[in-house]
């Protein structure tokens, strides 16, 4: 059974009327299919061990606050993309500012959702919440699932093999066949205008420890922070290179 959604941990630091956003970036099929514009919210209640962006559980840590519609503003200067992908922390923590915020986006360009959760479809069902189910609603592709350390796995888009792929919508339903049992951890590695290495993707166990090995071998040294998600789906790495 799920606690209500609004007497869940952290839930009264949330403000109904802006997004705490964690993070955003554009990337190519790493998190979900195409060119798209990928939104961390801040603030996750699930804890999950291995977490890859424990940084962003917190919900009282203030990132950047804006409106739905400033950052619907924000998505559609990075067009064209196919859609935008929705992680965090928890997008259902966020869910009736990011259902606005979509449905602002798709009044002007016809983009698909892909969004992540630590809940299992069936928990969101179940919680009978209207946030939530208006976010499952304008959803096209469904990641649920918590993050299980034990069961980390290499399945396409996913970090533990207890998550699942939901096509909700028709827009992906061709892709099924193709996508729900590959494997392969995509990652999209670029330099930020502040010289940082940033890396948005899955990582395999012991990436960073290797890359951070490789690179020494050229006298390239790391200092980074690892920064995980309590989905373990989704990855947003920064390091500064020395």
């Known amino acids: ?76 200067r990075e067009m064209p993309i196919e859609g935008v992908t929705l992680v965090g922390g928890e997008p259902f923590s966020h869910a009736h500012q990011l259902a606005e915020m979509v449905n602002i986006l798709r009044h002007t360009a ?37 993050y299980i350390e034990e069961q980390h796995t290499d399945l396409l888009w996913r970090g533990s093999s207890n998550q699942r792929l939901h096509f909700l919508s028709q827009r992906y339903q061709p892709l099924a066949p193709y996508v729900q049992n590959a494997r392969g951890h995509l990652l999209e590695l670029s330099i930020t205008a502040q010289g940082r290495v940033r890396v948005i993707g899955i990582p395999e166990r012991g990436f960073f420890v290797q890359l951070t090995e490789r690179l020494g071998t050229g006298g390239l040294v790391l200092d980074f922070d690892v920064v995980q998600s309590c989905e373990g789906g989704d990855g947003n790495k920064h390091w500064h290179g020395t």
């Open 110 to 146: 016809p983009l698909s959702v892909v969004t992540y959760t630590g809940y299992t479809r069936e928990d969101i069902t179940a919680a009978h919440h209207p946030a939530w189910s208006e976010l499952l609603a304008i959803t096209d592709l469904l990641i649920d699932g918590s």
């Open 1 to 76: 059974m799920v606690t209500h959604p609004e007497k869940q941990p952290g839930m009264q630091h949330l403000d109904v009327h802006s997004i705490n956003l964690a993070d955003f970036a554009v990337a190519v099929d790493v998190l979900g299919p195409g060119r798209r514009a990928i939104i961390w919210v801040q603030g996750c209640p699930h804890r999950c061990t291995g977490c890859i962006t424990p940084h962003m559980q917190p919900f009282a840590i203030e990132r950047e606050r804006v409106s739905p519609a400033l950052l619907a503003e924000r998505v559609l």
